[in-house]
């Protein structure tokens, strides 16, 4: 059984950066697409970045041209690097495994995400 352990959460101020880390446990990430997720409360889990077997990036919404999405085969992780943050980017952040085709849904259950809180 695949586990998702994200970790890099936390407060930063409007304009700041943070870096998130997905690891994954239980499965090779190394065939596989994989993408970062965000969701507020009451809202619906959106895809924000996803990630080729081949390192090709796309990038969605208001984040192109400050998240940085990469991923060490090695350590079987797969990290998140956000600038110039936004309060509007205040989120819990999760990753997964995404479908090579769209629509990129998630492929294994889903870990206990990071709470990134951009504060303005």
């Known amino acids: 059984q695949v586990q998702l352990v994200e970790s890099g959460g936390g407060l930063v101020q409007t304009g700041g950066s943070l870096r998130l880390s997905c690891e994954a446990s239980g499965h090779t990430i190394t065939t596989h697409y994989m993408g970062w997720f965000r969701q507020v409360a009451g809202k619906e889990r959106e895809l924000v970045a996803h990630?080729?077997?081949?390192?090709?990036?796309t990038y969605y919404r208001s984040v192109k041209g400050r998240f940085a999405i990469s991923r060490d085969n090695a350590k079987n992780t797969v990290n998140l690097e956000m600038s110039s943050l936004k309060p509007e980017d205040t989120a819990v952040y999760y990753c997964?495994?995404?479908?090579?085709?769209?629509?990129?849904?998630?492929?294994?259950?889903w870990g206990q995400g990071t709470q990134v809180t951009v504060s303005s």
């Open positions: 990630i080729s077997p081949t390192d090709d990036t």
């Open positions: 997964n495994a995404v479908r090579s085709l769209p629509p990129r849904t998630s492929l294994w259950s």
